[in-house]
């Protein structure tokens, strides 16, 4: 019986330990926007975070970029998170490029759990922020 309890034991720290190892791992990882129609992989870059686009829903050219050396460029492939810092406990401050727009925004970035990250851009220095939750990707 001992032997039981002592393996029960052991076997639930290691799903604890697991748990918690995953969400400390930080945002790397590929990331699904809300609405489905993006994927952003998520790297570090640095000592900071960065995102690329990896896979649009309709790929398209980036046509609103203030360059205009620039518009004819895809959209995939593109960073569009960068200078990505921790700002407390999962939590990151950085830019978001909005190909929307072509315009570079201030960005707040969260870690809810190991599958679900809170994604802002933020103007006006940060008092009017809009964003989503995305999921990871599998």
């Known amino acids: 019986m001992n032997k039981l309890m002592t393996g029960l034991s052991a076997a639930a720290l290691t ?3 697991g748990a918690s190892s995953a969400l400390a791992a930080g945002p790397e990882g590929v990331w699904k ?3 489905g129609s993006a994927k952003i992989q998520m790297t ?3 000592s900071e975070i960065c ?3 990896v896979w649009l829903k309709n790929p398209r050219k980036d046509t609103q970029n203030p360059k205009a050396s620039l518009r004819n ?3 995939i492939g593109i960073q569009i998170l960068s200078k990505m810092k921790a700002n407390g406990d999962k939590k990151w401050k950085g830019k978001i490029y909005n190909a929307e ?3 570079t925004y201030t960005a707040k970035m969260e870690l809810l759990s190991a599958s679900k990250l809170k994604l802002q851009g933020c103007a006006l220095g940060g008092l ?3 964003g989503d939750t995305w999921s990871k990707s599998k």
């Open 15 to 17: 799903l604890c330990i």
């Open 33 to 35: 926007r809300a609405d």
């Open 44 to 46: 570090k870059c640095g």
């Open 51 to 53: 995102g690329k686009i």
């Open 73 to 75: 460029r895809d959209l």
């Open 101 to 103: 727009d072509g315009k």
């Open 128 to 130: 009017i922020c809009k």
